[in-house]
DNA sequence: TTCGGACTTGCAGAAATCTTCATCTGTTCC
DNA sequence: GGAACAGATGAAGATTTCTGCAAGTCCGAA
């Protein structure tokens, strides 16, 4: 193997262990949206979402494309919604109850 | 938020972030191992496993017990099965064929 | 009770990742 | 052309993660 198989599934979920890369994907979720929107949301410097957003880029996570003035960033493709499903339930069986986060879990519908 | 959500699941992939760690969980999903047999199948030194299933143990994903003079490790939930599985599509969709990886996915059942 | 196998833990240097700052490109509007 | 907005990129210091070695614990057999 050039590139072993479970290097490149380990790489992927890398991409994804990242606060703020985590919660682009779940706004992308609902469809394209411009860079504008995701600071507007997410709490974090431009420059640094900027450079969260090219390491989704780098790994084919999500596509960008520009829009006028605007850039809108997109899934590339909608099983990344049900990888973050899965993670979602397997945090609702590990978390017995740690901090309480398994309350704010199931109050919740696909965001957060 | 304490712990943020979104921040608990950014930890969970990326505690799944590390070739060795996939291959403890691939291993895993067809049942309970002792770490002899994880040691045999996974080319890495006896102390750096012991620390990757550290990881997995600290994150809940996987859970250990004694048997005898063994120790067994087994998947805290089987739910962990389905994200490799959406980890795997998603690298499908990907990969249009960066390095020929695309051909080894194809052809793997589970394991990989 | 001592030996060897099966793991785990502590630790330190090496490597990768994060964050922020400064700078740079592309677009719209005047 | 020039100003202002929208993003991207490069680089450096701080932090985190990884790896291997040495040492330690636990168990079964002799």
């Given at each position: 193997?050039?590139?072993?198989?479970?290097?490149a599934?380990?790489?992927?979920?890398?991409?994804?262990?990242?606060p703020?890369?985590?919660?682009?994907?779940?706004?992308?979720q609902?469809?394209?949206?411009?860079v504008?929107?995701?600071?507007?949301?997410?709490?974090?410097?431009?420059?640094?979402?900027s450079?969260?957003?090219a390491?989704?880029?780098?790994?084919?996570?999500?596509?960008?494309?520009?829009?006028g003035?605007l850039?809108?960033?997109?899934?590339?493709?909608p099983?990344?919604?049900?990888?973050?499903?899965?993670?979602?339930?397997?945090?609702?069986?590990?978390?017995?109850?740690?901090?309480?986060?398994l309350?704010?879990?199931?109050?919740q519908?696909?965001?957060?």
């Open positions: 193997m050039s590139v072993p198989l479970y290097q599934k380990a790489e992927m979920f890398r991409t994804l262990g990242h703020v890369r985590i919660r682009v994907l779940e706004l992308l609902d469809g394209p949206r411009p504008r929107d995701l600071l507007a949301e997410i709490d974090v410097e431009a420059s640094n979402l450079q969260q957003l390491v989704l880029r780098r790994a084919g996570i999500v596509t960008s494309f520009r829009d003035a850039v809108m960033y997109a899934l590339s493709t099983d990344v919604a049900d990888l973050l499903a899965a993670g979602r339930r397997i945090l609702g069986a590990v978390l017995t109850d740690r901090d309480g986060l309350v704010e879990l199931r109050s519908k696909s965001s957060g």
